[in-house]
């Protein structure tokens, strides 16, 4: 009898799992099939199918303006914030630090904090920034990549204190009574060990901040817009696959990065 249950406590496990994953991945396979839909107006079932949505993705000025921002915000925002993160991760992991907890939490506020609250108080402070130091912040490039390094140091401080947790300093100790000083260390022993904490970190950080809308929507200025402004734009005006095409585009660089970098550094160590 304990089989029996301990049987059908397994399958209704592993039913639970795939309808949840199906549930997830169904947005996503909608999103596919859209894209490769020949008419211009949705409709189901299709009255066939065509690749034109994915050239008139390409070739839509604003798609691949806000594209081109997009990847210079995402790429500046990640390297600022490995510059600070990582630094934060081994103070709060290998020192005793005042309110260590305490400072662990702030920040990580950006991941649970919902975006339109964050991006009401970039914006705000960004403006009180501005009339106390008459520093055009408001609408520039710096201020959007400021705000867009909240986003990213959650993901570095999480990921690699979690590296860091896992990372045996008895190593360290060896390399430094063999002669090596403290940056001889940390570059040659410590920075390679967790090196996959910081690729996932970088990774999804980029990802995080390159698929930003809420605060891009305070932060733009003019003659700035955003791959996920862009798209929210043209839905305003038109409903046609060429935003699932653009998307589908979006995934499939994401999907591949991803498969490429954890084929030289396994994500699942720190994921």
Do not use: C
Not at 90 to 114: K, W
Not at 175 to 203: C, D, E, K, Y
């Amino acid at each position: 009898m304990s089989a029996i249950r301990l049987r059908a406590a397994r399958f209704a496990l592993n039913a639970a799992a795939a309808f949840s994953l199906g549930f997830i991945l169904l947005p996503l396979f909608f999103v596919t099939w859209l894209a490769f839909f020949r008419q211009e107006i949705p409709s189901f079932p299709p009255e066939g199918y065509s690749l034109q949505w994915f050239a008139a993705a390409a070739a839509n000025k604003s798609f691949v303006d806000g594209f081109i921002l997009s990847l210079q915000v995402g790429i500046a925002a990640t390297l600022i914030g490995l510059l600070l993160g990582v630094p934060a991760s081994l103070a709060l992991v290998r020192h005793r630090i005042p309110l260590g907890p305490g400072v662990n939490t702030f920040l990580l506020l950006p991941l649970v904090m919902p975006g339109i609250v964050l991006g009401t108080a970039t914006y705000v402070f960004q403006i009180e920034v501005e009339i106390t130091t008459s520093v055009p912040v408001m609408g520039s490039l710096v201020g959007l990549i400021a705000a867009h390094t909240l986003v990213v140091i959650p993901w570095v401080v999480r990921l690699v204190t979690a590296s860091l947790a896992g990372f045996d300093r008895s190593i360290e100790e060896a390399a430094q009574n063999l002669g090596a000083g403290p940056v001889t260390t940390f570059w040659r022993v410590t920075l390679p060990s967790i090196r996959p904490g910081i690729v996932a970190a970088a990774l999804f950080g980029f990802v995080t901040s390159f698929g930003n809308l809420e605060m891009s929507l305070f932060l733009v200025g003019p003659g700035r817009t955003t791959l996920p402004i862009a798209i929210l734009q043209y839905l305003e005006w038109k409903i046609d696959p060429t935003v699932a095409a653009a998307s589908l585009i979006q995934i499939v660089l994401i999907g591949v990065s991803m498969i490429v970098t954890d084929r030289y550094v396994k994500l699942s160590r720190v994921v």
